[in-house]
Nanobody
Framework: VQLQASGGGLVQSGGSLRLSCAASGSTIKNDIMAWFRQVPEKHRELVALIRPTGITHYVDSVKGRFTISRDNAENTVFLQMNSLKPEDTAVYYC????????WGQGTLVTVSS
């Protein structure tokens, strides 16, 4: 499976972005998919995951602001990010919760204060 994240950009604090993660090569409908983020010199952090059933989990720092969703017909996972803060600045990646697939390039989100 190849994963391609997109939708990042520069946004002011309080703004919104919607990230997409398109999978190709095989279906991801049975996978627990997740969004991760990483800043330089820090470990990659899981911020949200979605089970095949649609049940979602979030890290405390994004609860109430981020929403993960999936479209199995499109083989795509989304991350709606609202009320963005400067500390959300990072490169965002998608993968299974167990890092089953090769990492794509990620998409850079920059939130200005």
């Amino acid at each position: 499976v190849q994963l391609q994240a997109s939708g990042g950009g520069l946004v002011q604090s309080g703004g919104s972005l919607r990230l997409s993660c398109a999978a190709s090569g095989s279906t991801i409908k049975n996978d627990i998919m997740a969004w991760f983020r990483q800043v330089p010199e820090k470990h990659r952090e899981l911020v949200a995951l979605i089970r095949p059933t649609g049940i979602t989990h979030y890290v405390d720092s994004v609860k109430g602001r981020f929403t993960i969703s999936r479209d199995n017909a499109e083989n795509t996972v989304f991350l709606q990010m609202n009320s963005l803060k400067p500390e959300d600045t990072a490169v965002y990646y998608c993968n299974t919760d167990g890092w089953a697939y090769l990492w794509g390039q990620g998409t850079l989100v920059t939130v200005s204060s």
